[in-house]
């Protein structure tokens, strides 16, 4: 399964542009972004419920991009999960069975086999008013499966979930995919849910694909500021590169007391010396005497201070009103490490750091 | 010492003094005055004698010498049960009525579907023009059927210019000219119903039907079709009961041998000036119309219960 220079426009705005993107059998494939990102577009191509301006989808080495989509062996759970009001559980599990001009007998046989797949058996003769949300996305998961489809296209899973239904709800789903062995591409704005279910996640902003990589790549190398920014918190330090070794890295940060040391050589910003460091909060340690280092530290105040239980979020504000979050650990019960407005210096290790081009 | 409840306050607290209950009351006020003393009356009138007098009809209350009798009489009825004439006239009617609103929910239903369909900068266009005909009186739209339809019309002028007949076609003064008309006349009460009804329906759902491999005239008989059951109901009830009563298009677009109900009701009013005998006619019509009426009662009921 493979996208080629995927792109749509509707009246001159491109939603949707020159994507490249393979899909591996089996796998769970996260489309993640914010809103008018580009990402249901391209999940509704994949559908065909919207035509693509340009490009092609390859399945099997065909290209479908212009296939019905009553056509396409693709199936999709939609949002909103669209189960037919007028319809039993059974009925909408057999309908697309039934498309399919099956027998009557094998029909029953796999709308068995699905209800058992989602544990939904007794709620068989039920109408999907009657039922609950978790149960209306089960019903929809069975239906969506019921065809067997070579791939399963999953439009925001848990948009019309409550929040604590959709812990649950992500694994048990990951747990029903993964047992079917389809391929899947779901779309979500929530990182949490993409980290959660996917085995690898393209982050989609402004119509393009800026990173594609497994949950641990993405989180931990982003290639540029909006991804190191849209997953997760981080912090970013402009500074100018002083020293570039092929082994290490000086940075130069006005706002820090020392400069940054990154223990490998970078080989991206060729002349460039203007970068910006990015380092996770939870990488960052603080203390209250100032460190006996060289390399990577500086000094600031707490300004703010959310306790959450299982950790701490500390708002540090750096000369230049820069502020920079730091999460710890609560790991010590009686304990108050640090107070409001307490002068405190950050650090953290070399291999901390991510640098990342303008 | 117990506390003395105003008058005013218990009045007050009466249910049939809440100010919700006042709202309710204009319309069944309305109904009341409007719809049960009149059919009271037409009912009265049904049971009496038709005399040559003012009012041309005898009294059911009468009293003289001491006796109050009351006089039904129940030969009006007798006499509609006696005379094909009446009977299929009904017959007729329901049959016009019937072919009428199948023609308009087939043609007002792909209608319908499609402005719902449309782009919503154009939706509220397409919906005036379905309604802007009947910002003219309903008179002369149908009068205007007559120089369309008529032997030296419109369309038989255009068919004979372009050499398709020689002779016109006979259509005014036809139970044809009296389908076109009453279709054309009702189209905007089956929309209308039907395109409100479509508004509401989920556009997912019908993607989900295509996504689930049906082919768009299945989606159409499987999903369309009965989630939209309410607005089809609805809209043949707005066409059937009014078209089934029609008076003025069978008149002016219908020819001696259509034969309607209402054309009856106004012979037996006006040329024939036996008012009894067509307050009968008027009960029967209504007892029929409410059928239908009270079964689609039960089916909105019902539907509501679902929810």
């Known amino acids: 399964m493979e996208l080629k220079n995927l792109s749509k426009s509707f009246d001159g705005y491109q939603a949707v542009r020159h994507v490249d993107l393979q899909f591996y059998e089996g796998?769970?494939?996260?489309?993640?972004?914010?809103?008018?990102?580009?990402?249901?577009?391209?999940?509704?191509?994949?559908?065909?419920?919207?035509?693509?301006?340009?490009?092609?989808?390859?399945?099997?080495?065909?290209?479908?991009?212009k296939v019905p989509p009553y056509k396409r062996p693709f199936n999709m759970m939609f949002q909103s999960y669209a189960l037919f009001p007028h319809m039993t559980v059974e009925a909408n599990i057999a309908y697309g069975l039934k498309q399919d001009k099956m027998k009557k007998a094998d029909i029953d046989a796999r709308v068995n086999e699905m209800l058992k797949l989602v544990h939904m058996e007794e709620y068989r003769t039920r109408k999907p008013d009657q039922l609950s949300g978790g149960q209306r996305q089960r019903v929809a998961l069975a239906r969506s499966l019921a065809k067997k489809p070579r791939l399963l296209l999953l439009d925001e899973p848990m948009g019309a979930l409550d929040k604590k239904l959709r812990g649950e709800m992500q694994l048990e789903l990951v747990d029903i995919i993964k047992q079917v062995g389809v391929t899947c591409?779901?779309?979500?704005?929530?990182?949490?849910?993409?980290?959660?279910?996917?085995?690898?996640?393209a982050v989609m902003h402004a119509g393009e694909i800026l990173q594609i990589g497994s949950p641990h790549d993405i989180y931990e190398y982003p290639n540029c500021r909006f991804v190191a920014d849209f997953i997760g918190s981080v912090n970013m330090f402009d500074g100018t590169i002083a020293d570039e070794e092929p082994a290490f890295v000086v940075i130069d940060v006005p706002n820090l007391d020392a400069p940054i040391y990154i223990d490998h050589g970078i080989s991206g910003p060729g002349g460039n010396r203007h970068v910006s460091v990015a380092i996770r909060p939870e990488k960052m340690r603080m203390s209250a005497e100032k460190p006996d280092e060289k390399y990577n530290w500086g000094k600031g105040i707490i300004d703010d201070l959310a306790y959450l239980g299982q950790h701490s979020i500390y708002h540090i504000l750096l000369p230049d009103n820069q502020f920079v979050q730091i999460t710890q650990t609560n790991d010590n019960r009686r304990e108050r490490p640090f107070e409001l407005e307490q002068e405190i210096y950050l650090h953290w290790t070399p291999d901390a750091c991510v640098v990342l081009e303008e | 010492m117990k506390a003395l409840t105003p008058t005013w306050y218990k009045l007050r607290q009466s249910a049939w003094l809440k100010p919700?209950?006042?709202?309710?009351?204009?319309?069944?006020?309305?109904?009341?005055?409007?719809?049960?003393?009149?059919?009271?009356?037409?009912?009265?009138?049904?049971?009496?004698?038709?005399?040559?007098?003012?009012?041309?009809?005898?009294d059911l209350i009468t009293y003289a010498n001491d006796q109050l009798s009351i006089n039904l009489n129940l030969g009006n009825f007798v006499w509609l049960f006696n005379d094909d004439l009446y009977f299929s006239a009904y017959l007729s009617s329901i049959r016009i009525a019937l072919v009428s609103t199948l023609l308009c929910l087939l043609?007002?239903?792909?209608?319908?579907?499609?402005?719902?369909?449309?782009?919503?900068?154009?939706?509220?266009?397409?919906?005036?023009?379905?309604?802007?005909?009947?910002?003219?009186?309903?008179?002369i739209r149908i009068y205007a059927w007559i120089g369309i339809l008529k032997p030296n019309g419109y369309i038989n002028n255009a068919l004979m210019a372009m050499g398709i007949i020689d002779t016109p076609i006979v259509m005014l003064h036809t139970d044809?000219?009296?389908?076109?008309?009453?279709?054309?006349?009702?189209?905007?009460?089956?929309?209308?119903?039907?395109?409100?009804?479509?508004?509401?329906?989920?556009?997912?759902?019908?993607?989900?039907?295509?996504?689930?491999?049906?082919?768009?005239?299945?989606?159409?008989?499987?999903?369309?079709?009965?989630?939209t059951k309410a607005g089809i109901i609805a809209?043949?009830?707005?066409?059937?009961?009014p078209a089934v009563g029609e008076f003025v298009i069978p008149e002016l677009l219908g020819g001696?041998?259509?034969?309607?109900?209402?054309?009856?009701?106004?012979?037996?009013?006006?040329?024939?000036?036996d008012w009894p005998v067509a307050s009968?006619?008027?009960?029967?019509?209504?007892?029929?119309?409410?059928l239908p009426i009270m079964w689609f009662d039960r089916y909105q009921n019902k539907q509501m219960e679902q929810q």
């Open chain 2, 176 to 227: 044809f000219a009296v389908y076109v008309g009453i279709v054309y006349a009702y189209l905007p009460f089956m929309i209308l119903p039907l395109y409100a009804n479509m508004m509401k329906l989920d556009h997912s759902l019908v993607e989900a039907s295509s996504d689930l491999g049906a082919s768009p005239v299945t989606t159409l008989f499987k999903v369309i079709l009965p989630l």
């Open chain 2, 235 to 241: 809209g043949c009830m707005l066409v059937f009961i």
């Open chain 2, 107 to 139: 043609i007002g239903y792909p209608m319908a579907l499609a402005i719902s369909r449309a782009p919503a900068s154009s939706r509220n266009v397409l919906l005036l023009l379905v309604i802007l005909p009947s910002w003219t009186s309903f008179l």
């Open chain 2, 256 to 273: 001696p041998e259509t034969l309607m109900i209402g054309k009856i009701l106004w012979e037996e009013f006006f040329n024939n000036r």
């Open chain 2, 20 to 58: 919700r209950n006042g709202v309710i009351a204009i319309p069944y006020l309305w109904l009341l005055l409007f719809f049960l003393v009149p059919f009271i009356i037409v009912l009265k009138i049904s049971f009496a004698e038709a005399q040559i007098a003012i009012p041309p009809y005898t």
């Open chain 1, 185 to 201: 591409v779901m779309v979500t704005h929530d990182q949490e849910e993409a980290m959660t279910m996917a085995d690898r996640i």
């Open chain 2, 280 to 290: 009968a006619v008027a009960i029967i019509m209504l007892a029929l119309l409410i």
């Open chain 1, 27 to 65: 796998e769970i494939f996260a489309l993640l972004g914010g809103s008018g990102c580009g990402k249901s577009t391209l999940l509704r191509m994949l559908s065909g419920f919207e035509l693509p301006t340009e490009g092609s989808i390859l399945f099997n080495g065909e290209d479908v991009a």
